[in-house]
Nanobody, 119 residues
């Protein structure tokens, strides 16, 4: 059974940095897309950053230039480096892996990690 385990959230002051990690446990194959999402109270879950197995990335406009997504394919681990954090970045952050499967692709989610940006 595949599980995604996140780590690295916490409390940070505005302008500070945090690094999130998401490691897959269990056997996971044919990952083609990995992403970080976040959900603030009262808001819908939104895509923050994503990376394909080939290395192509895309970011939400609100985090471009501040956040960097990366992955270690050999370790099935996803990272998110967050710099110049703002109070509006406060949310629960979730990692997501998508794998090729038939008849429908698999969608795996982490348990979420809280990021709070406050002075």
């Amino acid at each position: 059974q595949v599980q995604l385990v996140e780590s690295g959230g916490g409390l940070v002051q505005p302008g500070g940095s945090l690094s999130l990690s998401c490691a897959a446990s269990g056997s996971i194959f044919r990952i083609y897309h990995m992403g970080w999402y976040r959900q603030a109270p009262g808001n819908q879950r939104e895509l923050v950053a994503a990376i394909t197995i080939g290395g192509s990335t895309n970011y939400a406009d609100s985090v471009k230039g501040r956040f960097t997504i990366s992955r270690d394919n050999a370790k099935n681990t996803l990272y998110l480096q967050m710099n110049s954090l703002k109070p509006e970045d406060t949310a629960v952050y979730y990692c997501n892996f998508k794998t090729v499967a038939w008849p429908t692709d698999n969608d795996y989610w982490g348990q979420g990690t809280q990021v709070t940006v406050s002075s």
